[in-house]
């Protein structure tokens, strides 16, 4: 089981300064090993001068977002910003399954505004994921597979949980063979810290992949918490990196 490799990823890197804090401090105790940026939120270049500062500048990837923030293109009239340019959370996600050509173009240049402005401060996105998800969204997945070759890097599979949804059990499974076929994805396996407990045992081979990810916060007694499940990362995390090899 030692050979299977793990990537421990923190999302939202870059989201504030004390998200930043908190993901570098899991980075200096060994804890994670990636993590993915979003651009454009206020704590974009307090993180790049951490991450440079204390050398993980080389393992960060994009966390693409069109749901939160401000737009870097001209997104008006397009029903994703409001007049400020605001991304509205609600109208990408909208459970529609088309994208017309026109809003799937102003998405595209959006996309690669953001890659670019991370490549400008000199970091080379390792992988991407994306804000809320939204890249396994239905009618956007073709557009990131595209982007994801285009640019020569790979996406973030899908968590599949047969527990909660049948039907979007179904659907990300074969999200993930489409992810496979296609080539793009750098994981076999994409969980969160709660569902890596139920997965362990279940390995199919020593060369897997698996992918977990993590949203980092100090807590008042300076412990490392998960800020989705509440799970102590500072106690959980290495008990999991010991049956696994976190390179």
Known sequence: MGAIKLIINADDFGCAPSINQSIACAFKQGLINSTTMIVILPGFEDGIRLAKLQGFDKQIGLHLNITDGKSITDLSGTGLTDELGQFLRNSVCKNDFFLDNVLRSKIKEELDAQYHKLVSYGITPTHFD??????????????????????????????????????????????????????????????????????????????????????????????????????????????????????
């Open 130 to 247: 994306s804000h809320h998800h939204i890249h396994t969204k239905p009618k956007l997945v073709t557009l990131f597979v595209e982007f994801a070759k285009e640019k020569n890097i790979a996406l973030r599979i899908a968590a599949v949980d047969n527990k909660k949804n049948l039907f979007k059990a179904i659907y990300k499974t074969l999200l993930n063979r489409y992810y496979k076929i296609k080539r793009v994805n750098f994981s076999d396996v994409f969980c969160n810290v709660e569902s890596i407990n139920a997965y362990r045992g279940k390995e199919n081979n020593i060369s897997e992949v698996i992918e977990i990810m993590v949203h980092p916060i100090l807590n008042k007694d300076n412990k490392l918490y998960d800020d989705f499940s509440n799970e102590c990362l500072t106690d959980l995390l290495p008990v999991i990196i010991s049956k696994y090899s976190l390179n």
